[in-house]
């Protein structure tokens, strides 16, 4: 997981690191056993701090379904996966074995397109930087992090 890399990188700068996920425990530490991170994971199973933060998510369209595509296309090619139209994801998910679970699946479903974010959060509990998922770009941010430069200055930004 990037966010792992990311996290050593501020934890070296006192910034500790808390990974959010909008799914059980359960099912957190399923998916933790294939994809471990290096970092502390909350299960957020109602998605209620992903609400309280403002993070927005989407009905599932046409649109949406060919930016997620597109993504995982991406991804495929740059880990070198001959993959044929639409198999993508299922490529991926071979790669190291997980298998998606009724959990997984009733997850998509209630949670419809649950859109990502970063925040740094300053001592005082308010929200000093932000990064949403597709609030810049609209569908060609799906799946857009930002880099660990940019996350790191914003953190050095804030110990100034």
Request: charged share 25%.
């Amino acid at each position: 997981m990037l966010l792992g890399k990311t996290a050593e990188k501020l934890e070296r700068i006192g910034v500790p690191t808390l990974a959010v996920v909008g799914s059980s425990a359960e099912s957190v530490r399923l998916y933790l056993r294939y994809r471990p991170t290096r970092c502390l994971v909350g299960a957020d199973p109602e998605l209620a701090i992903h609400g309280a933060y403002g993070v927005p998510r989407a009905p599932v369209s046409p649109e949406l379904r060919g930016a997620v595509e597109s993504s995982a296309v991406n991804l495929a090619r740059e880990l070198r996966l001959s993959v044929a139209a639409g198999g993508a994801h299922e490529a991926i998910r071979r790669l190291d074995g997980y298998q998606v679970t009724d959990n997984d699946r009733a997850d998509f479903q209630r949670h419809e397109a649950q859109f990502t974010a970063q925040f740094l959060i300053g001592r005082d509990g308010i929200v000093r930087w932000a990064n949403v998922e597709c609030a810049r770009d609209g569908l060609a941010g799906i799946d857009k992090f930002p880099t660990d430069e940019e996350i790191l200055a914003a953190a050095s930004a804030l110990s100034d």
